[in-house]
């Protein structure tokens, strides 16, 4: 394509948007809001999928063995385990440590009678495994292959704790997927409204353009354009508005409710927009590609 | 350069818009089709440009088939032919400079080649000082100057025009004669659809008279010179 055509189509899309100020004004104000809806979804999942992966990695899996089951064999069993691939990371505890934490937490203050029992372990055989995992979903295969395994007593774990994290993840997966969706119907259906006015107020124009010899791109690239125009103004829009307003946000919540420190950390906007800005780019651009094709296809034969 | 074999044309199970017409126009010719309205000339002018297909027949221009030439080929054919109708279809947010160079830019001709053959073709109709005026700031005559002046510009082997003097005044109207003529001594195959029977009569060309979707007459008229 030549340099002065591809400009003639880029002035061209440009003066459509301008000669449909309202419709398209409408388009860029719709797409922002799907975007801008996006961008806020995506922020709080990111968000709270890090503070999931967080409690998550918190949630152990505790493995006891059977009495008189030697060293070697205890390390075989965490040897085991350690290849799954669910599991991020393990801590052997002995008997021996594990007396020393019971003292600690259930004797502080009156450690004379801790001094009772001497060199005698009440707990000599609670030598444990802490199984630590990087995919809560995975406990339940985790503690049934754990259990057949030899030496193995008892393994504890929290179903209700690995269940609620589980689903709660799904749940906001499914929801926000869903009004994403919903959204971008909207986007779509709008694009394709404003392009099929377009379309209308050019109608004139476009039966000169077939009959000197257009050819069906020269025809349809400016509604192409204009598509992808407003697709892109509908993106760049409310993804700055979301960069300046996270961290306004993040740098609030952190100066006016420190006690949250530590329990709800953001991710900073650099991480977060490392992803949301492609992918809300390529999202407008594509809907309003994908709204202007689809209109052109139906309602400009050439 | 213009030939329809038996070519008929319905648009639905009624009366046939054109119905068995055989013609033949050669390079160079001028001729006028005539007939009252709905006597299948404006069909014509549309089959002509491939915008209908016939629902019988064949029509052959520049030696190639219409009925095979593929879809994305179509524009091409498109670019020898030149088309001028009644109500001029001017761009009228452009200025008569653009709206002839539209013509050049819609086949991506460069602009160097806009810069030097829009005011030739300008000169030519007659407008190249009112390269800047917009479609209402001039006048009928010279609204269809410049829907001449872009039919022209990407030098078409034939020009059809369809009913070219319909909107104008007598005097307009012998002066697009005029330029048709003009413009066919120049080697372009003109046909030109009328009703306007005083000034077929005065040119003395071919003139083919149309009824109801048929060729009633097809002759030339006197003084008509072969040369």
Redesign the interface.
């Known amino acids: ?2 340099i ?2 591809f400009l ?1 189509t880029l002035w061209q899309g440009i003066r459509n948007i301008w000669k449909n100020k309202m419709f398209s004004l409408a388009s860029i104000a719709t797409m922002s809001a799907c975007i801008f809806l996006f961008g806020i979804f995506y922020s709080v999942v990111v968000n709270f999928q890090s503070v999931v992966r967080e409690v998550e990695s918190g949630v152990a899996v505790t493995v006891f063995f059977e009495d008189g089951v030697t060293q070697a064999q205890m390390d075989a069993v965490g040897e085991q385990i350690g290849k799954r691939a669910e599991v991020s990371n393990k801590q052997f505890v002995s008997a021996d440590e594990t007396w020393e934490e019971f003292q600690k937490y259930y004797f502080e203050g009156s450690e004379e009678i801790a001094k009772d029992f001497a060199e005698d372990n009440p707990l000599a055989n609670s030598a444990h495994y802490e199984v630590y995992m990087n995919d809560i979903s995975m406990q339940q295969s985790l503690v049934t292959f754990i259990q057949s395994l030899n030496g193995v007593k008892e393994v504890k774990s929290s179903d209700a704790a690995a269940n609620t994290l589980t689903d709660f993840n799904s749940l906001i997966g499914y929801v926000s997927a869903g009004i994403i969706l919903i959204l971008l119907c909207v986007a779509v259906f709008l694009i394709s409204n404003t392009v099929t006015i377009g379309i209308a107020v050019r109608r ?2 476009i ?10 791109f ?1 025809v349809r690239a400016p509604f192409i354009v204009e598509g992808i125009l407003i697709g892109l103004i509908g993106s760049v829009i409310p993804l700055s508005i979301l960069f300046v307003m996270y961290r306004k946000i993040i740098s609030y919540v952190g100066e006016r409710f420190r006690w949250l420190n530590g329990i709800l950390d953001f991710l900073p906007v650099d991480q977060v927009f490392a992803t949301l800005l492609p992918v809300a780019l390529v999202l407008g651009v594509g809907i309003g590609f994908l709204g202007s094709f689809m209109t052109i296809r139906k309602h400009l034969r050439v | 350069m213009i030939k329809l074999e038996h070519v008929s044309k319905s648009y639905s199970a009624g009366i046939p818009a054109l119905n068995d017409v055989s013609l033949e126009i050669e390079e160079g010719e001028f001729v006028f089709v005539m007939g009252d309205s709905g006597s299948g000339k404006s069909t014509l002018i549309k089959l002509l440009l491939k915008e209908l297909e016939p629902t019988k027949g064949t029509i052959i221009i520049n030696g190639q088939r219409l009925g095979k030439i593929r879809h994305k080929n179509v524009p091409r054919f498109r670019r020898n032919i030149g088309v001028v109708f009644q109500d001029f279809r001017l761009l009228k947010d452009r200025n008569v400079y653009e709206n002839v160079a539209f013509a050049q830019r819609v086949i991506g001709m460069p602009v160097k080649s806009m810069r030097r053959k829009v005011p030739a073709v300008l000169s030519v109709v007659g407008l190249a000082a009112k390269y800047k005026s917009y479609p209402r700031e001039i006048s009928g005559g010279e609204q269809q100057r410049v829907a001449i002046a872009r039919a022209l510009v990407n030098e078409p082997k034939i020009l059809l025009a369809d009913e070219p003097t319909g909107n104008l005044d007598a005097h307009n109207a012998w002066e697009i004669m005029r330029l048709l003529d003009e413009i066919n001594q120049r080697g372009t195959t003109v046909l030109v659809v009328t009703h306007n029977q005083e000034i077929v009569r005065a040119m003395k060309k071919r003139v083919i008279i149309m009824d109801k979707g048929v060729i009633v007459s097809d002759e030339q008229l006197e003084g008509y010179n072969e040369d």
């Not at chain 1, 039966?207 to 069906?216: C, H, P, R, S």
């Open positions: 394509m030549r002065s055509t003639y004139e124009e039966g000169i353009m077939k009959l000197i010899g257009a050819t069906d020269f």
